[in-house]
């Protein structure tokens, strides 16, 4: 019996749904569902984007809380009705009922009744009835004392109670507080969140910026590579500082870069090759910062003069109309402790082309300024 | 071989889905067999009011044999009883009566296959959820095959229908989603069944210009046939392409079919009413591609006659048979929200490579599988199988509980049942249990 399936070489259904959902999935950026996208679009961004407007609903839940309803004080004392002094407990005996209160004559009345008592006895008996009363006398007198034993006790129930009812005053007024503070702390919290994401994506452009002038930098080094031969005045290890003032924008930017790298032995070694140019760089690094005379630095090269030069230093630049570089002073002897020249870029170019953007300033520097100032580094 | 073809209503002029598959299929038996449909007066399925004589008639050449419907149905005792045991628990005795309150309600029917059944060498029902298919199966189990024309709807879930899906002779599937329902709710893998469909009578030479010239329609067309009904998708389907509409004007939206609810006034949509089969036709060849926004089918007609036409198909992919069927075919896609209208329809519509290529693959499918000389031979296969199998094979009657084990409220609701049912397309044919016909 035949299958029910086909094999389309060009068509399947199957995966034609696959890519259909998948651009469906790329318009809405992910698989949400209608319902989804209906709660996302209702919620406000704005809350989020300004802290000072986002205030926790904990405290309004809080208060909408139903609060315990204030404690009132606890009195033994009936409004109008203050019940008075306990009567005095009566006792009772089997002699009680014969007893008069009229003195001497009291006695012959009770001798008399004691007499008449048989004759008493002839219509009731009255012992039961003494009994009963002497008995009632113990309980109420046995009452008292149960009485006066409950109100101590509930005299000091009542003193707990509005100690616990005090107590219950000062936390609500404490939870107020509290509230407030978790509300505080939610906004700051917020608001932190907020401006550590500010400070991240400030730190991601300050960092985009400097990959993107570290890689200019690079560029335009090389660019000036391939185009100026070798000085010959630089390859043999001498200074020319008419070509470092024409160098100047390009030597600011390596100084600057160099100096946020820490100055290992091994950099110091890549920068000088010859171990005179090393101990010259040693020595000047208390006083100024000489470069490696003999060499070509290659772009990023960390043994470059960690000085920056200060701006006293760029405008005493000598200008190309100085006097002739083989006439400047050897940097072995500018590191003894006279003031320096500029710094001498550690790349070539520009010795030979000026660049345009430095021209201008050597025009700007009067050409006798062999003497500069020490920049705050320096000192 | 005399068969038996017991459906709920029969008549030339009806043109619901299981009437109108019983019909095709008793008019091409007929060819191989004799024929006898047993059926009810009833032709309203809401009322299954007596409308038709009882008694003895023929049908484009087969003999039909008509029974009363002892009671029409009442809606809200029907819609409280459909309630009770769709969302409630319940018990046997709760599921009778439903089928009972949902009818057809024919005794005569069950009493004459009571009597005469020996008569016929098999009997054919058609729709598992009435009365007739029921208890006529209940009463002709040695001899009875179903065509289930199963849907996913919370009736599947009953448990007095899973012992018919587990005693009758053989399944007759529409679709391999509706056999992988049945297998899960009813556990009758062992009962002999197969994917079969129905075939479907589609002129060799359709003309599309007759249809524009007569319509004055112009442009790319999506055309939907069918009972324009909620129930059928179309609400969705109004709303989507009103959205679609507005972003991409020019597209026309035909509707073929009588409307049970109100179809909005949008200048790209075109509804037509009900048209004769030729107009349907020039319509479906006319258009570029058929829309088959119904989340319930068990497996539509309808899409297989786009397909016999050339046409592709985009169909609602929530409904399990339709999806399965556009991957088994590669002949449609299908779309499960708006975003996947959108995308689908601009697909198709904008990319005749595409369309051209999905319409072949539906030709093939339909040639393949879905025209009567196919579809006989599988129903003919299946009961040459059952001649074979030696007496005392058929599986042996579940009786009901008793007087108290029918009345005990142990059901879970139809709807909660149907629920933990597998979902989705049924794996391609040779990649599961469901591959091969057993």
């Known amino acids: 019996m035949a299958e029910f399936n086909i094999q389309a070489d060009s068509v399947d259904v199957t995966r034609i749904m696959e890519q259909i959902r998948q651009r469906i999935r790329e318009k809405r950026g992910t698989d949400y569902t209608e319902q989804q996208i209906r709660e996302l679009a209702t919620v406000k961004v704005e809350r989020f984007l300004d802290p000072r407007h986002v205030r926790s609903d904990l ?9 315990p309803a204030a404690l009132e004080p606890i009195s033994n004392k009936r409004a109008g009705r203050a019940p008075g002094p306990a009567p005095e407990p009566v006792e009772f005996d089997s002699h009680t009922i014969y007893m008069s209160s009229r003195g001497p004559m ?5 001798l008399i009744r004691k007499l008449l008592n048989p004759i008493l006895r002839l219509f009731f008996n009255p012992d039961p009835v003494v009994l009963a009363l002497a008995r009632q006398g113990e309980i109420n007198a046995w009452m008292l004392q149960i009485l006066q034993q409950e109100s101590d006790l509930a005299e000091r129930v009542t003193k707990q109670f509005e100690r616990a009812g005090a107590k219950f005053v000062a936390r609500e007024e404490l939870d107020a507080l509290n509230f407030e503070v978790l509300n505080n702390l939610v906004v700051e919290m917020t608001r932190l969140s907020l401006d550590m994401k500010n400070h991240r994506m400030l730190v991601e452009s300050v960092a985009g910026r400097l990959d993107f002038d570290e890689r200019r930098a690079r560029a335009l080094e090389s660019v000036v590579q391939r185009r100026s031969p070798v000085s010959p005045a630089v390859a043999d290890g001498e200074v020319d500082e008419s070509t470092s003032s024409t160098g100047s924008g390009r030597t600011r930017r390596r100084r600057r870069r160099s100096r946020r790298r820490p100055q290992t032995a091994e950099t110091q070694g890549t920068g000088t090759d010859n171990a005179e140019a090393a101990g010259t760089v040693t020595q000047s690094e208390a006083t100024e910062p000489v470069p490696s005379p003999g060499t070509a630095t290659p772009p990023g090269d960390t043994a470059a003069p960690a000085v920056e030069p200060s701006p006293a230093d760029l405008q005493q630049t000598p200008s190309p109309d100085a006097p002739d570089p083989d006439s400047a002073p050897a940097p072995a002897s500018v590191s003894a402790g006279e003031p320096a020249p500029a710094p001498v870029p550690s790349i070539q170019g520009p010795s030979d082309v000026p660049s345009p953007a430095a021209a201008p300033a050597t025009e700007r520097v009067p050409p006798a ?9 320096e000192q | 071989m005399k068969l ?36 009810t007066c009833a032709t309203d399925y809401i009322t299954w009011r007596n409308e038709l004589k009882p008694g003895f008639e023929q049908v484009n050449g087969i003999p039909v044999r008509r029974f009363p419907v002892s009671r029409e149905r009442d809606a809200d005792d029907f819609g409280r009883r459909s309630t009770q045991v769709f969302e409630e628990p319940h018990s046997i ?8 309150s949902e009818g057809p309600t024919s005794p005569s029917l069950i009493h004459h296959l009571r009597r005469h059944g020996d008569t016929y060498d098999y009997c ?13 199966i209940r009463v002709a189990r040695r001899r009875a095959l179903l065509v289930p024309t199963a849907e996913r709807d919370p009736a599947l879930g009953l ?11 053989a399944l007759m599937y529409n679709s391999y989603e509706e056999r992988a329902l049945i297998n899960a709710v009813s556990n009758n893998e062992t009962v002999p069944g197969v994917v079969v469909g129905v075939g479907s009578e589609v002129p060799a030479r359709p003309e599309p210009q007759r249809f524009r010239q007569a319509t004055g329609i112009e442009g790319p067309v999506l055309i939907y046939v069918g009972r324009i009904d909620e129930n059928k998708g179309c609400r969705e389907l109004f709303d989507y392409f009103e959205r679609y509409a507005s972003r991409s004007p020019g597209l026309t939206l035909v509707l073929i079919g009588n409307p049970v609810m109100p179809v909005p006034t949008h200048p790209g949509i075109r509804p037509l009413g009900y048209v004769t089969d030729r107009e349907k036709f020039d319509a479906m060849a006319a258009a570029d591609l058929l829309i088959m926004p119904s989340p ?45 209208f959108a995308e689908t329809l601009h697909t198709i519509v904008s990319n005749s490579a595409l369309r051209a290529a999905l319409g072949v693959n539906g030709r093939a499918y339909f040639d393949t599988h879905y025209t009567w000389p196919v579809i006989e031979r599988k129903y003919l296969d299946m009961l040459d199988r059952l001649d074979r199998e030696a007496p005392g094979q058929e599986n042996r009657p579940e009786p009901l509980p008793g007087w108290l084990g029918r009345r005990r409220r142990d059901l879970l609701p139809g709807r909660q049942v149907v629920e933990r049912l597998p979902a989705g397309p049924a794996p391609s044919a040779g990649g599961s249990q469901y591959s091969s016909d057993s």
């Not at chain 2, 030339?12 to 067999?33: I, K």
């Not at chain 2, 054919?124 to 006529?136: E, K, L, V």
């Not at chain 2, 397909?307 to 339709?322: F, H, I, K, S, T």
């Open chain 2, 124 to 136: 054919i029902f058609f729709s598992y959820r009435y009365y007739h298919a029921y208890h006529g």
């Open chain 2, 93 to 100: 005795a709760a599921e009778l009566a439903w089928l009972r």
């Open chain 1, 369 to 377: 300024a062999p003497k500069r100032d020490v920049g705050p580094d």
């Open chain 1, 106 to 110: 009291g006695k012959l009345i009770r």
């Open chain 2, 159 to 169: 448990r007095i229908f899973g012992e018919n899906f587990r005693g009758v002779r």
């Open chain 1, 59 to 67: 405290v309004e839940h809080y208060r909408q809380l139903e609060p």
């Open chain 2, 4 to 39: 038996a073809v017991v459906v709920q209503r029969y008549g030339a002029d009806l043109n619901g889905g299981a009437e109108l598959h019983s019909r095709y299929v008793a008019e091409h038996l007929a060819r191989h067999a004799e024929v006898e449909v047993l059926t």
């Open chain 2, 296 to 340: 319930y089918e068990s497996l539509s007609m309808v899409t297989l006659e786009a397909w016999a036409l050339g046409r592709p198909v985009l169909a609602n992919g929530r409904c399990d048979v339709l999806c399965g069927q556009c991957i088994r075919s590669n002949a449609g896609l299908y779309y499960k929200s708006y975003e996947e």
